[in-house]
């Protein structure tokens, strides 16, 4: 056989086929059909994870030690700066003593040297002036104006640079033009604008140097007038301060006038007498920073969550001695597998619900950051994502180690054509919808998109609105 009687064959073969296959499509039933009509498109990831706090850190002294105070306990809130536990310091402060009793010597037995009267008015003065400070900043209180204000006092910190008197301080809510807003003025020692409140942190008091906070929520002292005396002649340290005042201002009167009987017209260059007061100094210096070094103080505003240091006992060097949570928000930390990660973004909205409170009760989130780098898990690559809690104030509800249930609004948009995704076939990778056109049913061959959170795949070509897709497709017999 010839291969043109072949190939003849062939063409016959192809043709019969060809048309069985359109008699086929062309009058068979055609079933339910899709009228396409544009419409929303929603994608969303779905993860799991724990609530944790923003902030948290692991306090401990770099030296061993006895605890000497205990100021915390488990759940209380601290403020940034605040003291919590202390070791004992009677021995360095019997160093520092002796330190000092050292640094006058060398310097009282520095006669080789021209006394500077300037440099030591200068000194002088400057420890009157801290003296001053001490005395105008230690102890302060605030004092409501009315016997029948129950609110706690707030809470007054800082070093105060200027003169004794009064500060009158009125707190007034302004939440006709802000809400939650709370600003408070001063009077008398100083006038001030009015100045917002901060909850999260204290605020200037004024201009000299001081700070104020408050214990309780801020619409407690709305409305009220506080005073603040300086100094605080009723404090228990006062007559210790005033004392320590007077010795430095008889102090520096008696150096001045020291310095001017003895001041010469030496020139000399420096002695070893000056290095060894230099020495002198340095061991103060180092003390000092080693008392400093013996109270642990907050590092942020915060919630205590854990204090293992107990009154009496021994910490060793970097033995955990109080733990500490920021107080400021709380945020969601969770593990996308990294098929899902190119669809996240930092800003996509998140509805959350906690195990603790059941499916019906959301909480509103937001993507905040997501880590660069992955994260290996059972075997499979993730990347860590957080996710923060939307609330104007905090929620008493929300507790960190909750576990948490986030679904994640990758992409939301309107005027999509989509089908479901079980309509689409395929053919050698070519994708294709049933089509029924007049009384005819074609093979459509479409573009993909996206896939939604319905099982709905986007088409970006091959399709318009208002075309009939087949749902099923049974051939007569």
Do not use: C
């Not at 210096?285 to 919630?303: C, D, K, N, S």
């Not at 033995?319 to 996240?344: C, K, M, R, T």
């Not at 997501?370 to 898990?377: C, F, G, L, M, Q």
């Amino acid at each position: 056989m010839s291969k043109r009687i072949i190939l003849l064959i062939l063409v016959v073969i192809a043709l019969v086929t060809g048309g069985f296959l359109v008699f086929n499509r062309k009058n068979g039933d055609a079933g339910n059909l899709l009228v396409v009509q544009p419409g929303d498109f929603v994608q969303r990831v779905s993860v799991s994870g724990k609530v944790v706090a923003a902030k948290n850190v692991d306090l401990a002294f770099t030296e061993t030690g006895r605890v000497a105070r205990v100021a915390v306990r488990v759940g209380d809130r601290v403020l940034a700066g605040q003291s919590m536990v202390e070791l004992d310091a009677n021995t360095l402060q019997s160093e520092l003593s002796a330190a000092r009793a050292t640094l006058d010597l060398k310097r009282a037995e520095n006669k080789n040297v021209a006394v500077n009267l300037d440099q030591v008015r200068k000194e002088q003065d400057t420890l009157v002036l801290n003296a001053e400070r001490k005395l105008f900043s230690s102890d302060l209180v605030a004092v409501p104006s009315s016997s029948g204000n129950t609110a706690t006092a707030p809470v007054i910190t800082g070093l105060y640079r200027g003169p004794a008197g009064r500060y009158k301080i009125i707190i007034r809510s302004e939440s006709s033009t802000d809400q939650g807003r709370h600003e408070l003025r001063t009077f008398e020692l100083e006038k001030t604008a009015p100045v917002e409140i901060l909850e999260d942190e204290a605020t200037p008091l004024g201009q000299n140097g001081l700070f104020i906070s408050f214990p309780e929520a801020l619409d407690v002292y709305s409305d009220t007038i506080w005073y603040v005396t300086i100094p605080n002649t009723k404090s228990a340290s006062y007559l210790e301060q005033y004392n320590g005042y007077e010795e430095a201002l008889r102090t520096r009167d008696r150096e001045i006038n020291r310095a001017g009987e003895e001041l010469v017209n030496n020139t000399e260059e420096a002695t070893v007498a000056e290095a060894e007061i230099r020495q002198a100094e340095a061991e103060v210096e180092r003390i000092e920073t080693a008392l400093v070094e013996r109270t642990l103080h907050a590092p942020f505003a915060g919630i205590v969550t854990n204090v293992p240091a107990e009154v009496g006992a021994v910490l060793s060097a970097n033995e955990l001695a109080v733990s500490l949570i920021g107080d400021e928000f709380l945020q969601i930390e969770s593990y996308v597998p990294e098929i899902n990660l190119p669809l996240i973004t930092v800003g996509d909205p998140v509805a959350v619900t906690l195990d603790a409170y059941g499916e019906t009760i959301s909480f509103a989130a937001r993507v905040i950051f997501i880590d660069p780098a992955e994260t290996v898990r059972d075997g499979v690559s993730t990347y860590r994502i957080k996710l923060a809690f939307i609330s104007a104030e905090e929620d008493e509800r929300i507790k960190p180690g909750m576990t948490a249930n986030a679904v994640i609004t990758t992409e939301e948009r309107t005027g999509v054509i989509s089908v479901p995704r079980g309509l689409v076939s395929d053919r050698q990778g070519q994708k294709f919808l049933i089509v029924k056109e007049n009384d005819r049913l074609v093979e459509r061959f479409v573009t993909l998109g996206n896939v939604s959170a319905l099982g709905q795949v986007e088409i970006l070509s091959g399709l318009s609105a208002g075309e009939r897709v087949v749902l099923t497709v049974t051939p007569n017999e």
